[in-house]
């Protein structure tokens, strides 16, 4: 995860603005050091004034430095700041640590965010509520971030921003992920959800222990099945026998299945039909 580092000496390596400078420290690797005026008037291979020195961000990863310098030369150098203030107060709502890749993308989603804003150009964010209920910490930590960006600016912004900056918290929590998955986990479990509630006519309980296991299998699965690591299993006995033993749970397995493979070219085993029939059964039919 980049870190923020000492004061130390550091020369510069090349100017992304004047508040901004690309170094390099002992070990070899890039650091972007930032500072009011850092840059003014300076020339590449100057000493860096420490008295300027704000904050300085290292990664072991030079190609995340390449990326991250190159986007800080293109924005405002406050959005790197209050990035890195939402990053630092998400620890208090998420225990797994977010890889590097999460100060690129909230960067250029604030820079984003507030360029369409200034446009009146309102984003809908059709996963609100997927990403409300299936990843209740970090839609808190977007929460809070959307409170210091209003107040930074001093502007009003939709509940829909707070869903964006949590499901960009999700996939730096997945080391080799991208947006496009956490997307697609949430749009799958939203087509699922709907598939059960439709076969049996009723509104399933979010609430209760069955439904959190239901919706945890479900998001296994689908990162499983996106991922291509698909776990290899025989289930025929436990399929045909579970088949007949809840048929309207198998019913609706077969109808998730087809759903599945229409809308998303997702085909799933049997083995992943044996626990989905099962965690439909105990959301849907079994009183506790």
């Not at 980049?2 to 004047?18: A, C, D, E, Q």
């Not at 690797?29 to 005026?37: D, R, S």
């Not at 190609?63 to 630092?88: D, G, N, R, T, W």
Request: hydrophobic share 45%; charged share 25%.
């Amino acid at each position: 995860m980049m870190i923020f580092l000492g004061v130390r000496t550091l020369k510069i390596k090349k100017i992304l603005n004047n508040n901004v400078v690309l170094s390099e420290n002992k070990d070899a690797h890039e650091v972007v050091v930032m500072g009011k005026g850092l840059a003014f008037q300076k020339k590449i291979g100057e000493a860096i004034d420490t008295h300027k020195i704000e904050k300085v961000f290292t990664s072991r990863n030079n190609v995340f430095s390449e990326h991250f310098s190159q986007l800080m030369s293109e924005v405002a150098p406050e959005y790197i700041e209050l990035a890195s203030e939402i990053i630092e107060d998400s620890k208090a709502y998420i225990d797994e640590p977010l890889n590097d890749n999460i100060y690129i993308a909230l960067v250029d989603h604030i820079s984003f965010m507030i360029s369409r804003f200034k446009l009146g150009h309102k984003v809908k964010n059709a996963l609100l509520w997927e990403t409300k209920k299936f990843y209740p910490n970090e839609y808190k930590a977007g929460c809070h971030a959307l409170e210091i960006l209003e107040k930074h600016f001093e502007i009003s912004l939709a509940e829909d921003e707070a869903g964006f900056i949590a499901l960009h918290l999700v996939n730096a929590q997945q080391a080799a992920g991208n947006m496009g998955v956490t997307s697609r986990v949430a749009e799958v479990l939203h087509t699922v959800i709907g598939i059960v509630q439709f076969h049996y006519g009723i509104v399933l309980d979010d609430t209760s222990l069955n439904y959190a296991r239901f919706i945890t299998h479900l998001q296994f699965f689908v990162r499983r099945v996106i991922q291509s690591d698909v776990v290899e299993n025989d289930e025929a006995f436990l399929y045909d026998e579970l088949s007949y033993k809840y048929p309207k749970a198998y019913t609706c397995v077969k109808k998730v299945e087809a759903g599945l493979v229409e809308i998303y070219g997702m085909e799933m085993r049997k083995s992943e039909q044996v626990y989905l029939l099962l965690h439909i059964y105990r959301v849907a039919e079994k009183k506790i």
